[in-house]
């Protein structure tokens, strides 16, 4: 079992910035970040894998980068210039190489003035 433990989240306005950590307790895989706003579902916003390939959601490319520290087995999420939309609940997720998965609990990220 591998514990995913999420920090960083919080309210910032719109065009700032905040940055995401997710710690996990050994080492994993890949690394991603989703997001789940209100009445909405749950999706997809970066992915890095254990040989640093990343994937963005296209409404986040450029503003948003996920890098990973595999000595400490930690995966962050840089989130800059901000926008209303990118309000939701932020939550780490891990896929083992044999497929196990596993979600932290989540960070609350607010943009708004």
């Known amino acids: 079992q591998v514990q995913l433990v999420e920090s960083g989240g919080g309210l910032v306005q719109p065009g700032g910035s905040l940055r995401l950590s997710c710690a996990a307790s050994r080492s994993i895989f890949s690394m991603s970040w989703y997001r789940q706003a209100p009445g909405k579902e749950r999706e997809l916003v970066a992915t890095?894998?254990?040989?640093?390939?990343?994937y963005y959601k296209d409404s986040v490319k450029g503003r948003f980068t996920i890098s990973r520290d595999n000595a400490r087995n930690t995966a962050d999420l840089q989130m800059n210039n901000l926008k209303p939309e990118d309000t939701a609940v932020y939550y780490c997720?891990?896929?083992?190489?044999?497929?196990?998965?596993?979600w932290g609990q989540g960070t609350q990220v607010t943009v708004s003035s």
């Open positions: 890095i894998s254990n040989r640093d390939i990343t």
């Open positions: 997720y891990g896929r083992s190489v044999l497929g196990s998965t596993y």
